[in-house]
């Protein structure tokens, strides 16, 4: 059983989707909730297990964290930049119970699938973090029948821009922002632009 307190401490500093502790190397005669109480205060090596760093985010946070914790030092286990990837790596190394997936990059659809499986740690008791600060909806989403699985640390939270010079004011409603088009069609410009990559 590895979980750890310190990776706690890791999951907090890497601010790195959310991030849950694995409950790893459990027998099959004890409850997910035994093994996580078990191993909360053992302290060794962490492996954390992510999509693709596309932005070289994670390596400068794992560096700064393994110089100050050397006994305790991160690898990065640096998963695909494709996302049903990412899920399908995770569950097959869940269902083997490999002892080598500490901490995890978890993406939010996720959360509840792999708790009721018993495959993330509650962050309860001596393993819960202070969601006090943190924007509601995002530990929503951490969170699998009132318990907390999850530690939140980036949104995906949209925005929408508009031209103060063309719009004067900006739309609230996705209809609004249709009858602004016109406005942008006038100016010769595109009307929106997104994101609509499929994965």
Known sequence: M?????RVRFASVAGVAVIGLVLTGCSSGSSASDDAKSGQDSRGPITYVQ?????????????????????????????SDQADQQHDDLVQHFQAKDANYDVVD?????????????????????????TSKLLPATVKTATYNDTLYAAPQTSDGALLYYRKDLVKTPPTTWADMMKDCDIAKQAGI??????????
Not at 2 to 6: N, V, W
Not at 65 to 76: I, L, S, Y
Not at 190 to 199: N, V
């Open 190 to 199: 595109g009307c929106y632009a997104g994101q609509f990559a499929k994965y």
């Open 106 to 130: 978890v993406d939010v659809v996720w959360t509840a699938e792999f708790a009721a499986k018993g495959w993330l740690t509650p962050l309860t008791g001596s393993m819960k973090i202070d």
């Open 51 to 79: 999509g693709k760093d596309n932005s070289n985010v994670v390596r400068p946070l794992i560096a700064k964290w393994n110089k100050a914790h050397p006994d305790e030092k991160v690898t990065f286990k640096e998963q």
């Open 2 to 6: 590895k979980t750890t307190r310190a």
